[in-house]
């Protein structure tokens, strides 16, 4: 393959990064990521990226490629054009530490604020009973590789960071709707899921959805059933009552 | 003297995977105050790659598999050089640590009546992973991460450690550094786990990720720590080969396991050719008896390209040399002759998008080509099976960085259950440990002073940069102490070592220390260079062949050396030593269950 001019996004603060240039040899089959390990291996020793996996599995390498949320570990280099200028920046929605990594810390406070799944006792042989069927709702959801890319897509806090304080991310909502739709689990979480996480914020225009490297169908399958479940919870008028009575 | 951070706590782990974060929740469970100290973000530990499944008799498939028989197909693939009672302990207590998992919210693929599913999987005589899809590892590390969440353990991500804090003989604590600051961090700890898992990065070949350097191992070293069977490393039969830039990716032997065969050039079966006397009375020797083994396991043998690891990888790196391997140099895997587009997306659906998105190969219409890759070492620091003490007082470890439990050879599927149950057996252990120290120790001030000023020292050199030491000390390591070793190339890596461990010292790095990756490297260096030494040195020293460590110029396995352990530690002078140590001797009544052969 010949040689691509790659313009990666580099600085410690967002106010004053800047495009550097920098023209590498890419081999047959290589990735985004194996064109920053070379230009770190040759040119800028000190490039920050934070990569693992380096097969789709971690979600540690999150990046904007020509403007759009990708794993630069399975963005193949043959998807561009010859000579095509290429430009790698880090995830805008999150601070920037340094070059290609960013502070994901929102999302580990987000995780703590979730309660755990709570599953009562198993049948007398000791084991839980699940069918296939019913598990295999959740299982889409735990595909998840935590690379958020999605939530740095979803504009409620993209474009509003002061939004943050009180929406969770559709991370969050992939793993509201997963507890919500494990078969055993006991725990109620649906007024966390409408008042702070933030369900209502989110206007549906699968932004998360399109971003996904695992294809989890975020907004169909999790956002819009947690979206009906707030509303059942909520609008149900024997619930309605209740609420009345107990003055809760 | 230098400004440095610091923390104070009964228990600390460090390393984050699935070893790791089940210490930390048994530990804090115990009521020890608890960090866990990862080098990555949490939940990016290597044990997210893991594919294939956990190893447990659950028996929800098999209703005639129990502890004894995992116990016998673990040490029969361990080449009989386990700690016997670690496997012991491991294959009884799998089942209930992935009960556990379970009711923390995993969701494991099911049986028809709704229990948790088991596949087959290379060694193990009836279905026994239990799993999802192909990406176990993943399900395992999200439960563990969101199980700990809530238990109030501190966890400090992106945070090397360097070095171990000792008063005396007791390990008193840790130093490192923050990834994002550059600043040093010091932990004071009653107790002290390691849990960082294994040393691929040492080769050039290899399905592990840049965490995996080596760091546990020689941290436990530098204390004075004992490591075992270093010359016993997983060849993985089956990494991607091409195209160049995924090579050693890894392919999941639940391809083999869900149908999956392997065939030469030729396309011919060849695995056939390569069944070992030690296993042939429980290996299918026909394409027909292979090929019924799938629907009826009765009576059937197993298709012997489910033969352990050891022995796939080194039939398939016989077949490359004899001219008969793939394009690329690797060995054909076809599943889509058997199973239907369907059934191979649900079962494998992340090898499926792996090898899509970059290879170009679609695995439901097309074989794949696989060779292998460094994937998991064996040895480790020498513990004691129930507690996971170290020969260090105050010092314990588990997961791929202990050593013992897997012998010359790991079956798959065995790692996960491994972390589990030692993870948690290191949290007990470490726990009851802490609990006996009056107070917590105090930070030795000079130990930290020499440990900081060792870190920054590249920051002030003139010379090479670390990328290209790393990169030599590969090759070196991936050509001198690979799949198949002999004398001389050993003698030429333990040679080139000295002068690759001289290189590393005088490293170069430029910029400066806010998440600077050269330095990071250039700091791992040093236990990449120990790691590679404790390989070639025990490699050299182990005349026969076994598991993982196959020797050109004696293939053949010896008695003598099946009883014994090689044992690396540091001399008074700081020069490695290697010593012969007898190897744990098995009770009575656990030798019975190897005398029942014609019950295989």
Known sequence: ?248 | MVNFESHEYDVIVIGAGGAGLRAAIEASAQGARTALICKSLLGKAHTVMAEGGIAASLGNVWPQDNWQVHFRDTMRGGKMLNNWRMAQLHAQEAPDRVRELESWGALFDRTSDGKILQRDFGGHRYARLAHVGDRTGLEMIRTLQQNAVHKGIDVYMECTITRLLKAGDRVTGAIGYWRESGKPIAFSAKSVVLATGGVGKAFSVTSNSWEYTGDGHSLAYWAGAELIDMECVQFHPTGMVWPPSVRGILVTEGVRGDGGTLRNSDGERFMFDYIPDFFAAETANTIEEADGWYEDKVNNRRTPDLLPRDEVARAINSEVKAGRGSPHGGAFLDISSRRKPEYIRRRLPSMYHQFKQLADVDITSQAMEVGPTMHYIMGGIRVEADTTATTVPGLFAAGECAGGMHGANRLGGNSLSDLLVFGRRAGLGAAADAAQQSSGPEIDEDQVEEAVAKMREPFGRDGEGPYEVHRDLQEMMQKNVGIIRTETELDEAVNQLKDLKDRSKKVMVSGHQQYNPGWHLALDLESLVTVSEAIARAAHMRKESRGGHTRDDYPKPSEEWGAQNIAISQGNDGEMEARITPLPEMPAELKVLFEEENDA
């Open chain 1, 1 to 248: 393959m010949p040689d691509f001019t790659i313009a990666v996004l580099r600085g410690e603060a967002e106010a004053d990064s800047e495009w550097k240039d920098y023209t590498v040899e890419v081999d047959e089959g290589q990735v985004v990521l194996d064109v920053i390990h070379r230009i770190q291996a040759t040119e800028a020793p000190d490039l920050a990226v934070r990569w693992n996996c380096k097969a789709g599995k971690c979600g540690s390498c999150s990046a904007e490629i020509n403007g759009k949320p990708r794993l630069m570990c399975m963005t193949r280099m043959n998807l561009f054009e010859p000579g095509e200028k290429i430009t790698v920046a880090p995830m805008k929605t999150w601070p920037l530490i340094r070059d290609l990594v960013t502070d994901v810390s929102f999302n580990y406070r987000t995780a703590e604020k979730i309660p755990a799944v709570k599953l009562g006792q198993p049948q007398e042989d000791g084991d839980f009973r699940m069918h296939q069927a019913d598990v295999e709702r959740g299982q889409e959801f735990r595909k998840c590789i935590e690379c958020f890319l999605c939530s740095d897509v979803c504009h409620v806090i993209r474009d509003h960071p002061e939004n943050k304080e009180n929406f969770f991310g559709p991370r969050f909502f992939v793993r509201l709707a997963e507890l919500d739709m494990h078969p055993l689990d006991q725990e109620e979480r649906i007024d966390l899921v409408r008042n702070d996480a933030g369900l209502g914020y989110c206007n549906i225009t699968k932004c998360c959805t399109e971003a996904c490297p695992e294809d989890i169908h975020i907004t169909d399958n999790a956002i819009i059933p947690l979206k009906e479940r707030v509303i059942d919870a909520s609008y149900d008028p024997i619930k309605w009552i209740g609420r009345k009575l107990s003055g809760k």
